[in-house]
């Protein structure tokens, strides 16, 4: 799928999202009245370290819920060790019918004050679109996992720290293809900002 279309795509979708989620990036100390819709990260740790993962729905305009009981999740996972708090790997998971060939397409955005749209906010997306792999199909998911959390420079994108990405945008987006057609998903990330800030200063705090 070339660029210019993804970034037709998401931008439907960022318009609904636009509203709803663009204060809460001023008052990241507290929860803000669409936490508990967003929902927070999970954090497990053990000797070695931590991983921080969030489960979200695939809520794709172009391909309403079919089952309402049973809807579709994308997942992100992030591992930490306690050995100078290096990111041991960063991961994306997808259903298992995706086109593996296609890839992974994940995209930034910020949510930027705008006084002359009616909500005050817009969303602008960065210029790079990254495309990432997938290391493995099963029938659980597929999954796109960067080493280090470090996705090297290509011809079209430079290189990608995804944690310190994570930490200074406002939406992740991923669009991936099956049966011809694409579907995409966004997540607000200023669950992944507080959960890191409260693991760096807590459970990461001093090593073990």
Known sequence: ???????????????????????????????????????????????????????????????????????????IAVTISRDGNRVGWVSFQVPPDARQDAGLFVRFATSVRDPSVPVGWRMELDSVLYKFMFDECDSDSCTARIERGIFPATDSSPELNLVEKFLNSNFVLLLFQREGEAFRAMEPLFPFKRAYKKLMEAELATPK
């Open 1 to 75: 799928m070339r660029p210019y279309r993804f970034s037709l795509a998401i931008a439907i979708v960022l318009g609904a999202f636009t509203a709803a989620y663009a204060q809460e990036y001023q008052t990241e100390e507290k929860d803000g009245p669409f936490a508990a819709t967003v929902g927070n990260w999970d954090v497990k740790c053990v000797d070695v370290g931590c991983l921080l993962s969030k489960d979200f729905v695939i809520a794709d305009p172009d391909h309403p819920i079919q089952d309402q009981a049973n809807p579709e999740f994308a997942t």
